[in-house]
């Protein structure tokens, strides 16, 4: 069990600090690899999207039925699947666009014509972080419990958050970088901003691993699924279309599921 414990929190760490990453990349680029982005991004997507229907979802279900009965359980699937959906629509709708992570940059912000000091975007980048910070809290959540529960679905999405994490970390890093010009300074807020992502992990052991009986478990599956879902068709696909060429987000989207379905094969 501890083994499990410490493999859940390590996956989280690695999701949330991904947006380090992006730092790295506008710090150590000189162009955005928009190609590179989109067929990524399309490829979290197919992952988040294939393993929540065909697998969270069904796990959800069937814990659901086996301890409440057909009926009760699948209603309370659904009801789980889609509260998961409306808590991340939630703390979308109360990040101020202009502090919202999913905002898209590009590496090429960083080498703009003026690159004069602005400190006023010291407080965007700040609020950005802090953005990301609340909007990856769940994703914690979701990642520690489902590779608590099966550790290759949480290595799988744990692989896709951190890939839908570094744009993220352009986001931070832009803004902190015009405003104060150190990249250090930069790089450390992009890089701590995805603690949250860890932090949601500790919260789910402490709170939520003593009530984990099947009801429990079920529940906490199916708002996963929501979850997943929501980032995906709300910031994944719009974000990889933004820095779409040639369709390329859609094929990394097939590409994401068919690994996913294979992998799930291999494994069963």
Do not use: C
């Amino acid at each position: 069990m501890t083994a499990n414990l410490l493999f859940a929190f390590g996956l989280t760490l690695f999701a949330g600090l991904a947006t380090g990453i992006g730092s790295l990349l506008a710090f150590f680029t000189s162009h955005t690899n928009t190609k590179f982005l989109s067929i990524t991004l399309g490829f979290s997507a197919g992952v988040m999207i294939y393993v929540s229907m065909i697998e969270i979802f069904v796990k959800a279900k069937g814990a659901l039925v086996h301890a409440m009965g057909v009926v009760p359980g699948n209603w309370l699937t659904v009801t789980g699947f889609f509260a998961g959906m409306l808590l991340i629509a939630s703390i979308d709708k109360f990040i101020p666009k202009q502090s919202n992570p999913h905002e898209l940059r590009t590496v090429e912000d960083m080498t703009a014509p003026s690159v004069e000091k602005q400190p006023d975007l010291l407080k965007m980048g700040t609020f950005t972080a802090l953005a990301i910070g609340i909007h990856n809290f769940p994703e914690g959540i979701a990642t520690f419990t489902s590779a608590l529960q099966d550790p290759k679905l949480g290595i799988a999405i744990a692989v896709a958050i951190a890939i839908h994490n570094i744009p993220e970390g352009i986001a931070v890093s832009v803004p902190v970088y015009f405003a104060t010009g150190d990249k250090k300074r930069a790089f450390k807020l992009s890089f701590l901003s995805g603690l949250s992502e860890p932090i949601g992990a500790l919260v789910a052991y402490l709170f939520l691993m003593p009530f984990l009986n099947e009801v429990m478990f079920g529940i906490i599956f199916a708002a996963v699924a929501g979850i997943m879902v929501f980032i995906s068709l709300d910031e994944l696909l719009p974000a990889a279309k933004r820095y779409d060429e040639a369709h390329l987000s859609i094929y990394g989207l097939i590409g994401g599921m068919a690994v996913m379905a294979l992998s799930l094969l291999l494994f069963i």
